[in-house]
């Protein structure tokens, strides 16, 4: 079995295949986008933390700048009420 566990994780993944051996890890959550991924030590992917947020990020373009998830979140709920109040929609 592969495991790789850490501390402060927001979620975990069981990967059962017939072929393979279970495949069991931890997950992080995006604090800019919502995104989840796993932990992959040495992979050469670009993550980074965001120190206003105090949490990770997942290396996206758009999650290198600081838009907190909530804050993203109330603005298409906006945009969505302008579009229904003007008849976009």
């Given amino acids: 079995m592969s ?5 402060r994780a927001a979620g975990y993944i069981s990967i059962v295949s017939p072929d393979h051996a279970p495949i069991e890890r931890d997950t992080l959550q995006c604090v800019h986008c919502g995104g989840h ?6 992979s050469g992917k670009q993550r ?13 373009p758009g999650c290198w700048n600081c838009v907190p998830l909530e804050k993203r979140l109330e603005e298409l ?5 302008f579009a229904a109040a003007a008849g976009l929609q």
């Fill in 48 to 60: 980074g933390f965001c120190m206003i947020c105090n949490g990770p990020h997942c290396g996206r």
């Fill in 37 to 42: 991924w796993s932990l992959e030590p040495g």
């Fill in 3 to 7: 495991a790789y566990r850490m501390g």
């Fill in 77 to 81: 709920e906006r945009r969505a009420a």
